[in-house]
């Protein structure tokens, strides 16, 4: 496995092209939706030999995945060995409508995944001593987060246990409340907390208003929302105040299509863990062109490796770069993802302007004096659909609010976005309802426009 990621880039490579054939040959024998594509642009896939070749193929957009999805699920003849064909499992991702979309697991991408999540745990140190608690909520559909966990203890042999937090869906008495996860922890004295930010977040503060030893943690892995330096290290902070010497945040980057990133060290850039599984490019998302590395453009992945769901030249939907030298703290070889990670879908133009929504999200967790926060873009008059565009925050304090805190707040946002918002400051629990929600909705757009796409 080790030696995967530490070849040299042309020995990766190599690796590379060979299984990118095999793919594309499989495409041509049983996937729906790149037979047709091909067909259709009269592209010719034998000749294509390495992963440098790819960039003559389209674009795979992420509204095409969306709307046929099935299309995208490779059906392979009988003759071919059963654990290439048969479904072990269909996880969901979110979609453009309220049915998530499905993504199509083997028994030979299961095992391909146990595979890359043991590569993970090597490359950011989770060990089979570790003692991991998984915090994501059962869902309506089997999502990705919830269901991986399992397999990541599994591939290294520690322990998992499921909390089982969020709210309920369903007549059956599953879910737990927050005190009753935080029980849960101190019970079985998990290491590492598995799960999204702000939920981690608000676990560890009521763990310190009771006053629960949650000393035995001492890795927090990271997924599902953005996060800024800043709420890392409250989440740091508070492990800091419950004993923990030296806590870790395992910032995972990754989807349901990809599977998981992994850092090498606390704040770093991301490492393909199998790069013998999967190809990324960075492009222009709109010509298609592959860009040089180093230089920030549209992540694009190709599977290499699959027998369900499979993906060619693939638009993840962020804005990274990537970087194929040695890793200067580990020495890995495989190409690591660099940030910051903006996600395209995520640009919203207010005012006139396009900005950021992650960097507004940093600005205000980097206030100390700030419990929790919502922000609403809407329309100054909500009787008239074509009134001026407002932002408003939304704001619970540690303490008593107060005109200090408020014009703070609007300093902070305008330094950030160049918009001066309307503060509402809230009571406890207005904004993140912990029993009915797993993470806190930081941002929402309610203006009413026939143009909504373009903000």
């Not at 939907?317 to 070889?333: E, L, Y």
């Not at 009787?383 to 303490?399: A, F, G, H, N, Y």
Request: glycine fraction near 6%; charge should be neutral.
């Amino acid at each position: 496995m080790d030696s995967v990621q530490n070849l040299s880039l042309l020995g990766i490579e190599k690796i590379q092209g060979e299984k990118l054939q095999h793919m594309l040959k499989l495409c041509q024998l049983g996937h729906k939706f790149y037979q047709k594509l091909w067909k259709k642009k009269g592209f010719n896939v034998e000749n294509i030999s390495n992963v440098h070749e790819l960039e003559s193929l389209p674009l795979t957009q992420k509204q095409d995945l969306m709307c046929t999805p099935n299309d995208f699920r490779l059906n392979l003849p009988l003759d071919y060995p059963l654990h290439e064909r048969a479904l072990w499992e269909v996880l969901y991702t979110t979609g453009s409508t309220a049915d998530p979309v499905p993504i199509f697991n083997t028994t030979y991408d299961y095992h391909a995944y146990l595979y890359q999540s043991k590569a993970v745990a090597e490359i950011s140190g989770i060990y089979e001593s570790d003692i991991i608690a998984n915090l994501f909520p059962l869902t309506p559909a089997p999502m990705g987060a919830f269901v991986r966990s399992a397999g990541n203890a599994y591939a290294i042999g520690s322990k998992i246990f499921a909390a089982l937090p969020g709210g309920a869906f369903s007549p059956f008495d599953l879910q737990n409340s927050l005190d009753q996860v935080v029980s849960r922890i101190e019970k079985h004295r998990a290491s590492i907390l598995w799960g999204v930010p702000s939920y981690i977040r608000r676990l560890l503060l009521r763990a310190l208003e009771l006053s629960v030893n949650l000393s035995s943690i001492r890795m927090c892995a990271i997924t599902g929302e953005a996060t800024s330096v800043a709420l890392r290290e409250d989440i740091r902070r508070c492990l800091r105040d419950m004993g923990v010497k030296n806590p870790l945040i395992f910032n995972r980057y990754g989807s349901t299509e990809l599977g998981a990133f992994a850092q090498c060290r606390e704040e770093g850039d991301w490492h393909n863990p199998t790069p013998d599984l999967q190809y990324h490019e960075i492009v222009d998302p709109v010509t298609g062109q592959r860009l040089s590395d180093g230089e920030r453009g549209a992540l694009a992945v190709t599977h290499l490796d699959r027998r369900g769901t499979v993906l060619i030249r693939f638009l993840v939907g962020d804005i990274v770069s990537i970087d194929r030298s040695p890793c200067p703290h580990c020495g890995r070889t495989s190409e690591r993802i660099v940030g910051p990670v903006v996600r395209t879908k995520d640009l919203v133009k207010v005012k006139g302007m396009l900005i950021n929504p992650d960097v507004l999200l940093s600005a205000l967790q980097s206030l100390a004096f700030i419990a929790e926060f919502q922000i609403v873009i809407q329309n100054e008059n909500k009787q008239d659909t074509l009134s001026m565009d407002e932002m408003l925050i939304r704001v619970e304090l540690k303490s008593e609010c107060n005109i200090d805190s408020s014009n703070k707040i609007k300093e902070q946002v305008n330094r950030a976005v160049n918009i001066t918002p309307r503060i509402e400051f809230v009571n406890r629990g207005e904004i993140y309802r912990v029993g009915e929600q797993i993470k806190a909705v930081r941002f929402i757009d309610n203006r009413v426009t026939s143009d909504r796409s373009v903000r």
